[in-house]
């Protein structure tokens, strides 16, 4: 799944997986935790460049665009049909 590099960097912190959670917790007990936090986002930034984005997005494998609007089970049959698994 392909997202823009903005999403990926700014919505991070805002999924439920465990390990996330667990390192956004560990930011946020250390001395400065928005300057953590900044620091973590900008290592993600670079991460997501545009550069990457596009080495992703003309790799030649299938890309599905996160959509925010789409729900989990629509990517999985997107995923499905993409890949055709049915």
Do not use: C, H
Not at 25 to 36: F, G, I, N, V, Y
Not at 44 to 50: D, E, G, P, Q, Y
């Amino acid at each position: 799944m392909l997202a823009d590099p903005d999403i990926s960097v700014n919505l991070f912190f805002n999924r439920p997986d465990s390990e996330k959670q667990f390192l956004y917790k560990l930011m946020l007990d250390e001395p400065d935790p928005q300057a953590s936090l900044d620091n973590y986002r900008e290592i993600l930034t670079r991460i997501n460049s545009k550069e990457s984005y596009d080495k992703f997005l003309n790799s030649g494998f299938k890309v599905i665009y996160r959509d925010e609007n789409r729900s989990q089970n629509e990517t999985v049959e997107l995923a499905i049909k993409l890949l055709g698994i049915k």
